[in-house]
């Protein structure tokens, strides 16, 4: 069955690093955009970054352009998102999602598969 499985989140200090991983497993994961989303305490799931099937074109949220890196490495069925320079008020439950159609887009309705979500703490 599908499976996608996020791992790399923690508690780190204001301007500290993360590096999230997101392991696919049963579907074809090089024909799929990839994206990541956070959902904080109270708030809506919101879109922060995204790659298209082939690797070549990424999508990012305003908030985290030059601080926030995706990529993916599809012989490992892996996407990845580099977080530099944390803010507090990015503490979330950070979730990958997969896109059939191959895209990277911005909208979570367009997304057809969910992982659980990984805990990212930033403290001030």
């Known amino acids: 069955q599908v499976q996608l499985v996020e791992s790399g989140g923690g508690l780190v200090q204001a301007g500290g690093s993360l590096r999230l991983s997101c392991a696919a497993s049963?579907?074809?994961?090089?024909?799929?955009?990839m994206g990541w989303f956070r959902q904080a305490p109270g708030k809506e799931r919101e879109f922060v970054a995204a790659?298209?099937?082939?690797?070549?074109?990424?999508y990012y949220a305003d908030s985290v352009k030059g601080r926030f890196t995706i990529s993916r490495d599809n012989a490992k069925k892996t996407v990845y998102l580099q977080m530099n320079s944390l803010k507090p008020e990015e503490t979330a439950v950070y979730y990958c999602?997969?896109?059939?159609?191959?895209?990277?887009?911005?909208?979570?309705?367009?997304?057809?598969?969910w992982g659980q979500g990984t805990q990212v703490t930033v403290s001030p």
């Open positions: 999602a997969a896109n059939a159609a191959g895209g990277g887009p911005t909208s979570r309705r367009e997304y057809d598969y």
């Open positions: 049963g579907f074809t994961f090089s024909s799929y955009g």
């Open positions: 790659v298209v099937r082939s690797g070549v074109t990424k």
